[in-house]
């Protein structure tokens, strides 16, 4: 039960008292008056109980189903042929000049307190009890006051009642406010997943092209070597040659033999990374950090051979529990990052930069770092990098999603992902990742 | 004796261009890098120059841009592993001709051949399927 609905109750139940009172107090008058008309009183009195009894039921049934207003309404056409009734039977004037007025007043009152309606009312019976010489003004006086308490407590409870209403309406607006908020909420965390995809795929797309150049130069040379041995075996073979063709062919044939099974080598590892980076998305087990770190330079090298060199640290560390994956995607985007940070410091100038990758174990956690000697975060933007969609990139360089999503992804992982930068001098991010618990291991 | 002059970044890409055309009948110059590919330019003067297009230091559009204003007579081909159409479009403007990565020996040399203005040499050896031009 809430405040409002106590204070309902309560007024109710006063308005009700009040008008019993009321009602007691006109029977007293009646039954003074009519004592000599037996007949006219039993009328009067049975009159008054069923207003009595349909007052009572309108206030306390009514009320909660109809409201303040539509009660009130529904008592002064209640009242109003008893009203009559009563006066037509009895003669009696009192009836007619409280009885109608009061409930008029209910009416008047429950909507809103017209005070002048009010004392005019309290007036105008008085001058009338007076003017008729009513000998019992006093319990008239009585009876005014009664209707004056009433009135007000029905104005209270109207009040109550519209301000219940009024709230009521209020949180069926806030209900409505908030069910909208919902599903916009939704609608955005919908279209953010969508753009998550599409940046995987972007990310995709952009790797895609970057390990296609990355593949067709060695494919190039092993093209050119085979072309060459197939000539130079034709040559070889063939049984007049040209000497000067021959000892060239003798000459080369090693080198570019080497040269095919380079070329095999470096399409194969370029392969075998991609193959690393699809790594089913749902199955998290222990996995090499080392070997992640290897896979993510392999297939971001054309991203960062033109602008940097690399240096590798790799310390001694176990497994971390991880998607590798997911944790190869944000790897990738760790070295992009790196190597777009130092392209950017390269402009008009040609000095390589320098990106160091390392390992190492930090208590629970294995800590990976890529360090960079690139641009550097301005302090502007620091708190913003992680947030979706933030992008200091030119368009078609990237959406601002990279690390929203490698921050993702490391939060599911129950690591870290921090940086500390200087503007010109470069950025260090760090990823910590929790190891692995060894099964079976004794304790 | 026509002289043609190739330039890559990286060595292996050259040495196999030297091994695949070994009978061709053209004077063959290799440059590893923009730079190197610079002196060369400087040096003599070469009929054809066949570049790589992302390289350090200088991109190939770049360097064919150069070889335009001091060779304007030297046919400019650019031989790229970039798949990015942008790239190629960019290249498009100061080169005769955009080869695509990998790109087999027969038809890097028909095409040398009919940029030189000589009768296309029949490839005896198909081998390698010749990979599309970029379009």
Not at chain 1, 184 to 197: I, K, N, S, Y
Not at chain 1, 324 to 331: F, S, T
Not at chain 2, 106 to 126: H, M, N, Y
Request: charged content about 20%; some cysteine; hydrophobic content about 50%.
């Amino acid at each position: 039960m809430t405040v409002n609905d106590a204070t309902c109750a309560k007024l109710t139940r006063r308005m009700t008292l009040l008008d019993a009172m009321t009602g007691v107090a006109i029977q007293v008058l009646t039954v003074a008056e009519l004592a000599s008309h037996p007949r006219r009183m039993w009328i009067s009195i049975a009159a008054f109980f069923g207003a009595m009894v349909l007052n009572v039921a309108a206030n306390f049934a009514l009320m909660e189903r109809w409201g303040a207003a539509r009660t009130d309404l529904m008592r002064v056409f209640l009242n109003l042929p008893l009203t009559l009734v009563v006066t037509h039977f009895t003669g009696w004037p009192i009836a007619s000049w409280i009885w109608l007025p009061y409930s008029g007043m209910t009416f008047v009152a429950s909507r809103r307190v017209s005070w002048s309606v009010l004392v005019a009312f309290c007036v105008g019976t008085a001058a009338l009890a007076l003017h008729d010489g009513v000998p019992w003004t006093i319990p008239a006086a009585f009876v005014m006051l009664a209707v004056v308490a009433r009135t007000i407590t029905g104005a209270r409870l109207g009040a109550v009642v519209r301000f219940a209403e009024k709230t009521e309406a209020q949180r069926a607006e806030l209900d409505e406010a908030h069910r909208k908020l919902k599903a916009e909420v939704a609608a955005r965390e919908t279209a953010e997943h969508e753009l998550a995809q599409a940046h995987k795929l972007e990310a995709i797309g952009r790797l895609a092209s970057g390990v296609a150049h990355e593949m067709n130069t060695p494919l190039q040379f092993v093209s050119d070597s085979v072309t060459f041995l197939e000539e130079g075996t034709a040559e070889l073979l063939a049984p007049s040659g040209d000497p000067l063709a021959l000892a060239d062919v003798r000459a080369n044939m090693p080198e570019a033999l080497r040269l095919v099974r380079e070329g095999l080598g470096r399409a194969t590892a370029i392969v075998a990374s991609l193959r690393e980076l699809a790594h089913p998305a749902k199955n998290r087990g222990p996995m090499d950090v080392n070997h992640a770190l290897e896979t993510a330079l392999t297939l971001t090298k054309h991203e960062y051979k033109y602008v940097a060199d690399v240096e590798l640290a790799l310390g001694d560390v176990p497994a971390v529990d991880a998607n590798a994956g997911e944790i190869n995607q944000v790897l990738v985007n760790l070295v992009v990052n790196a190597a777009h940070a130092i392209g950017d410091r390269q402009r008009g100038n040609t000095k390589r930069g320098r990106i160091v990758v390392s390992s190492e174990r930090s208590g629970a956690f294995v800590a990976i770092r890529v360090a960079d000697d690139g641009i550097g975060i301005d302090d502007s933007v620091r708190d913003k990098i992680f947030e979706p969609f933030f992008t200091t990139k030119d368009a078609g360089r990237g959406t601002g999603q990279g690390l929203a999503i490698a921050r993702a992804i490391v939060d599911r992982h129950g690591g870290t992902l921090s940086f500390t930068s200087t503007r010109g001098a470069g950025t260090t991010f760090v990823l910590r990742l929790p190891c692995a618990r060894v099964v079976g291991q004794a304790a | 004796m026509k002289t043609v002059l190739f330039v890559d970044d990286e060595r292996s890409v050259l040495d196999a261009l030297r091994f695949a055309l070994f009978r061709s009948k053209w004077k063959l110059v290799f440059a590893c890098g923009a730079r190197a590919a610079l002196e060369e330019i400087a040096r003599q003067r070469f009929d054809a120059v066949v570049t790589d297009l992302t390289m350090p230091e200088m991109d190939g559009v770049e360097l064919l841009a150069r070889v335009r204003v001091e060779q304007p007579d030297a046919v400019r081909i650019i031989l790229t592993g970039n798949i990015e159409k942008t790239a190629a479009d960019r290249a498009r403007q100061v080169v005769d001709e955009v080869l695509a990565k990998p790109c087999g020996a027969s038809v890097l040399r028909e095409c040398l051949a009919r940029r030189l203005g000589e009768t296309p040499i029949p490839s005896s050896q198909g081998g390698i399927l010749p990979s599309p031009r970029i379009p």
